[in-house]
């Protein structure tokens, strides 16, 4: 159920969609002759857009989350290296079985460097189908596909193909591997993502170090306007509403300990 209704949820606060609805609610407005009621809806929803894709919203919502965990340096050894999924085009990976990224693509370039560096370490991939109604590639397969491709031995790969959302990719990754006290594994992830991940990780009992990716600001945004084109800041302020929302309702859900996990 907490599945369902936060990709219900999910759809609706993003800007555009609940911009969308506003519209719709204006439209109809209008045709039942509720002139004040459809100039406020209206009005609303241009807001909403005109602040996501005009300025700087997203961008500063953005960096306290990615500044939360800053990068560590190299550690000396690493006994494995665990990379959330959401990098690959389920639907299209489905249809064609190629492995094409998406904007969260660097996780699994990153986990190939670092699979590099670390060749002794193994490679836990994550990640289920998250969508609720479309057909997808599950990340796992397609990331097997991917890494194999770029040099990964097979069996090194730990493939966890289940998990819908961040929590159970903390459960489900856990339950498989079962680390040991004292050993070091790095977590890979959006570094947007990384506090509710990091908070879900240590919440199981799964101690990680935080190998933050997938940078979208630079930190020194301020507040502006018309700095990026419209298309990636409303993604930039879609992405932050729902990260802070997923924070906020994982925590009142108890799984995980507060509103902005951080380092100790």
């Known amino acids: 159920m907490f599945f369902i209704l936060s990709k219900v949820f999910g759809f609706f606060i993003q800007p555009l969609n609940f911009s969308i609805l506003l519209l719709s ?64 085009e389920g639907a299209i990976n489905l249809a064609r079985g190629g492995y094409e990224l998406n904007s969260s693509g660097d996780r699994f370039v990153e986990t190939a460097i670092l699979a590099r560096r670390y060749p002794q370490a193994r490679i836990v991939v994550s990640g289920g189908t998250g969508a609720l109604l479309l057909e997808g590639e599950d990340d796992a397969s397609t990331a097997q596909r991917l890494l194999t491709a770029l040099g990964v031995a097979p069996e090194r790969l730990v493939l966890e193909h289940r998990s819908r959302n961040t929590y159970e990719n903390a459960v489900f990754t856990h339950d498989m591997v079962s680390p040991k006290p004292g050993e070091t594994w790095l977590l890979v992830t959006s570094a947007f993502h990384m506090p509710r991940a990091k908070a879900l990780f240590d919440k199981v009992g799964f101690a990680t170090l935080p190998w933050p990716v997938d940078y979208r600001t630079t930190g020194r945004e301020g507040i502006s306007l018309f700095s990026d084109n419209a298309a990636d800041s409303v993604q930039k302020t879609t992405l932050a509403i729902r990260e802070w929302i997923g924070l906020v309702a994982y925590w009142l859900s108890g799984k995980i300990d507060t509103p902005f996990p951080g380092p100790n």
Do not use: D, H, Q
């Not at 857009?49 to 190299?74: D, H, I, N, Q």
């Open 25 to 88: 609610i204006a439209l109809l407005a209008v045709m039942v002759r509720r002139r004040r009621l459809a100039v406020a809806g209206m009005g609303i929803a241009f807001f909403l857009l005109a602040m996501a894709a005009w300025t700087s919203l997203g961008a500063l919502m953005l960096t306290p989350l990615e500044e939360r965990y800053p990068k560590p340096p190299f550690p000396a050894e690493v006994a494995g290296i665990v990379v959330l999924g959401g990098g690959f």
